[in-house]
């Protein structure tokens, strides 16, 4: 092998237990949940959508607030940390594990997620014009 190839190889290695390590911190720090379970935890639930502005608009699950992933640290006084936090975005997309890091920092610990994202939610939606 030639120092290239080994060195390559060093990378993919690191970037795949990054990867890993990322995907078990997030398991931990959230509960993911089907669409018919996430619809019953939605009752005196805090049910944010992360996506951005433009698609909640467009439609989003009847009652979500909108707290886009890009600004969310910001925006985090918004929420109680007494209440169960409920997050959906697209397709389980690359801002999620970002937002359940800085909620759990921020010591919130009823996390859940919808499992598929809001493309396969099957709940009631409102939609925008």
């Known amino acids: ?3 290239l190839s080994i060195a390559l190889w060093i990378i ?3 970037w795949v237990a990054y990867l890993v390590w990322n995907y ?7 509960t993911f949940l089907n669409s018919d379970d996430f619809e019953v935890k939605m009752q005196g639930a805090q049910l944010i ?3 951005d502005t ?5 439609s989003h ?3 979500a607030r909108n707290l886009p992933a890009p600004g969310f640290a910001q ?3 918004a929420l109680r940390k007494d209440k169960p936090v409920l997050l959906y975005d697209a397709t389980r997309g690359t801002e999620l594990p970002k937002v359940i890091t800085i909620l759990k920092k921020a010591g919130f610990k009823d996390i859940y997620v ?6 396969y939610w099957k709940g009631k939606v409102k939609t925008g014009k």
């Open 54 to 58: 433009g698609s909640f608009r467009k």
């Open 49 to 51: 959508d992360i996506r």
């Open 114 to 119: 919808l499992k598929d994202g809001f493309d």
């Open 24 to 30: 078990i911190r997030v398991r931990r720090a959230a």
């Open 1 to 3: 092998m030639t120092p």
């Open 75 to 77: 925006s985090i006084s």
């Open 61 to 63: 699950i009847l009652r």
């Open 12 to 14: 993919l290695i690191i």
